[in-house]
């Protein structure tokens, strides 16, 4: 995916940084960098990493962040690594663990555990996750030694391999496996489900997201990388950001004149010149653009008409200069 025109609103910066998070810092912490390098206030991230995890974490900045609602259904991969041999309070390595004992699982048992988990299935997410019980989050109750009531979650695992097998300790095997799997699935659940389904227990060792949609780990920057752009001024940090549009391919695009784009940014309804998608229904949404394929606004269709739902420029935006919008 390369740069096209980006689209600003004066001051500031519009477009998606995807950032290669380092293991450590939490996804909040990396907003919060992004903020003051860009020093913008609306950043917004599209999908959390936990502190210890590593990989693709899609920002958005500026305008960009009024289009992360419809990244958060984005399919995810990973790269992690389960060990086996023992159990852990939080499913991960961060937890308390508690050894298993007698020999740990073959390769061919783990293969068999993984296989069962592919397709659609009921996951019960980990005690110490941010999900709301009751309006308190269950790692906080869990912290608080109380034991959260979680309800199991429909899930889709799409593929679940094993890359690598370490049976150097067979009491503590370790295995590395891709997940690709929808929104909402947690990895280190999967560890734990498998380590049960083997006879013993696992937790997860390490964490990589791969990609989060249409974003990816090779077009992901390091903080480093970002710093540096930083230094430069806003066109340096400009330079490393994607369209606003970025993976949002699966909406239908309908091209505005000049007169039309004005009147969308006054939010007015409109009938293009150039026609709707014969596809679109009116619960679809659909990314109105300029001529030079812009984004101008996500829309609607009310009564045979263009209805604006989230206008993407402002007057002072290239495109509303170049149409005339006062």
Sequence with gaps: MSPRSRLTDG?????????AKPAG??????V???????????????????PFATGVLPVFLGRATRLVEYHLGDRKSYRATICFGASSTTDDLDGELTPVDGPGPTRSAVETALA??????????PA???IKIGGRRAYALARAGETPTLVPREVTIHRLDLMDWDAKDPDRPI??????????????????????????GAYLGALTRTSSGAFTIHAAHTLEAIRAAAAEGPAGLGQLLLPLDTGLDRFPRVVLSDDEIVAVVRGQFV??????????????????????GRPVAVAAIRDGRLAPDKVLVGPTSPVAIATGTP
């Design 116 to 125: 069962a988990l592919v397709g659609p299935i009921s996951q019960l997410p």
């Design 32 to 50: 919060a960098l992004v903020r003051r390098l860009a020093v913008t206030r609306r950043v917004g991230h599209g999908g959390t990493l936990d």
């Design 271 to 292: 009938r293009p010149a150039a026609g709707l998608p014969r596809t679109a229904s009116p619960d679809e949404r659909l990314i109105a653009v300029d001529g030079q």
């Design 11 to 19: 001051p500031g910066l519009d477009g998606i940084l995807v950032v």
């Design 175 to 200: 295995a590395v496996v891709e997940v690709d799997c929808s929104a909402g699935t947690y990895v280190r659940s999967i560890a734990r489900d498998v380590g049960q389904a083997t006879g013993g």
């Design 25 to 30: 810092p939490t996804s909040h912490d990396v």
């Design 128 to 130: 110490y996750s941010a």
